[in-house]
């Protein structure tokens, strides 16, 4: 069965730092998305990674793929107040459905 | 282009009631989506619909909880009777087709509380 765990579950940052989440997961995966929801909002798409090394980047947010290690990390730069939401990965199997993370609260203050 | 609508976006019930979440997916999405995020916890597949087939259901939790999607355009998913661990956030989501250039459209989700 394919787990996903993210870490941290919450994230308390000053603006202007940098911080990473990790995302594992425990099998094989063709895919893995990145998504933001703000509160009481839907999950917005950021990001999809299709393959072992796979870089994305939009403006703070830079995403990786390693499938070797099954990990992903997305990497906050300069954080600042508006990046303040809860970041979900996501994996899938060429099945369909996605398997989530817990998620990582971020609060990024001044 | 109009998103994924839910409704209600909120929902209070005794438990022992029903409750009836709707889902209208985007325009022309064949593929529409269940998920549900409890206490917190990960967000959990519930089911899969093309058009108005159940092409996948096997996370539906038990029978107290039954999904359509007649004429293959919004859904309905249904609790009864509720029950406390029921409590959480539903979110529908829709598809063009199962493609990662086709990514889902999530909704905002109807929070529902079981009291």
């Known amino acids: 069965e394919l787990k996903v765990e993210q870490n941290p579950l919450f994230l308390s940052m000053q603006e202007g730092k940098n911080y990473t989440i990790y995302c594992n997961y425990s099998t094989t995966s063709d895919r893995l998305y990145w998504y933001r929801q703000d509160p009481g909002k839907s999950l917005e798409s950021l990001f999809v990674?299709?393959?072992?090394?796979a870089v994305k980047q939009e403006g703070r947010l830079m995403a990786s793929l390693d499938t070797k290690a099954r990990l992903s990390t997305l990497h906050i730069t300069a954080a600042v107040h508006d990046l303040s939401a809860t970041y979900f990965c996501a994996v899938d199997q060429d099945t369909d459905k996605l398997i989530f993370g817990t998620g990582t609260r971020l609060q990024v203050f001044p | 282009e109009a998103g994924v609508t839910q409704f209600p976006s909120h929902s209070v019930i005794e438990k022992g009631q029903t409750v009836t979440l709707r889902c209208d997916p985007i325009s022309g999405h064949d593929n529409l989506y269940w998920y549900r995020r409890v206490m917190g916890k990960e967000i959990k597949f519930l089911l899969h619909?093309?058009?108005?087939?159940?092409?996948?259901e096997s996370g539906m939790p038990n029978n107290r909880f039954l999904a359509e999607r007649t004429g293959g355009t919004y859904s309905t998913l249904k609790v009864q009777p509720a029950e406390l661990e029921d409590s959480g956030v539903y979110f529908c989501a829709s598809s063009q087709d199962w493609s990662y250039n086709s990514p889902l459209h999530f909704g905002n989700g109807t929070r529902l509380t079981v009291t």
């Open positions: 619909f093309v058009k108005e087939s159940k092409q996948d």
């Open positions: 990674l299709l393959s072992n090394g």
